[in-house]
Nanobody
């Protein structure tokens, strides 16, 4: 059972920055995919960025150029650097990983609120 714990959410003004962290209880070498999702009220979770252990990255168009997914190299952790935040980025952000059997594991989420 892989456990994920997100941190780093909070309230920020338009144009501000936040860095989300996700601590992973499993070695990244035992994963096939890491991702950040977000969920707006009343909506389904949507994928915004993915990262493979080999370094392959994808960012959704809604965040491309503003958000960057990355991983730590001295510990098992995933990050999401968020710059130039907008009110429409307000959501609950989740970390998700897939293990070698493609089972999914989710964190509990962290709230990000962007105010104008």
């Amino acid at each position: 059972q892989v456990q994920l714990v997100e941190s780093g959410g909070g309230s920020v003004q338009v144009g501000g920055s936040l860095t989300l962290s996700c601590t992973i209880s499993e070695s990244i070498s035992q994963l096939v995919l890491m991702a950040w999702y977000r969920q707006f009220p009343g909506k389904q979770r949507e994928s915004i960025a993915t990262l493979t252990p080999g370094g392959g990255k994808w960012h959704d168009n809604s965040v491309k150029g503003r958000f960057t997914i990355s991983r730590a190299h001295d510990k098992d952790a995933l990050f999401l650097q968020m710059n130039n935040l907008r009110p429409e980025d307000t959501a609950v952000y989740y970390c998700k990983v897939n293990d070698l059997q493609w089972r999914e594991y989710w964190g509990r989420g962290t709230q990000v609120t962007v105010s104008s």
